[in-house]
């Protein structure tokens, strides 16, 4: 071996030695598994809304994840609240460009208010929403084809709070505390003032009952859901 090369080499074992170990990341948080602790998913339909701001302040305060149905118009006009959300730990998901009822829709009119939304997320926060909650809830076969073409499984809600409704801080607690049940996917409402006034209290409540707030995500894991599936299957839907 030439000096030069041995001399070479002994640089590159120095180099080695002395390369840095690599930073320790910031502390990840334990991904919760939601088939050994209580979790429960509460969703929040239409928004982003005026209140989104106020609303992700209180979940980042009491350290929640939830995840964001979003209307593609509300996007255009409040990408700041979706960078935030993404930013923040939530999950997206697709509630159509302007919620047309998707039953009464023909395939092109579905598929535009689909495509339009995942094109205004990527625009405001760089990630596409990987879930679709079709406009009321109701979905056809029509509307799971086109899920399935986006890659999407369709995901519906095990329980409502009856926010839209109530419109009463006190009435969206009780109801929601009566429908919570371990691995529920709670459909709320960001618009509604009421939800977002509660939420703190909500979330130290369903804390101190042993619930871990997580992601739609986190709580289907284990329903190994195909694009076009829907979650929890509808009522006459062939399972
Ligand atoms: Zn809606």
New binding site residues.
Partial sequence: MSRQISSLLAIAAVCVTLAPAPAFAAPKEEPVDCEQVKCIALTF??GPSKYAGTLLDTLKKHDAKATFFLEGQYVKSRPQYVKRMVAEGHELGN?SYS?PDFTKSDAATIKSEIQKTQDAVKKAAGVEPRLLRP??GLADLQVSDIAAEFGMPIILWTAGSKDWSTKDVDAIQKQTLAVAEPNGIILMHDWVKQTVDGMASLIKTLKNKGYHLVTVSDVIKSQELKPGDAFPTPEGWES
Avoid: L, S
């Fill in positions: 339909d239409d509630h919620h406009p009321y």
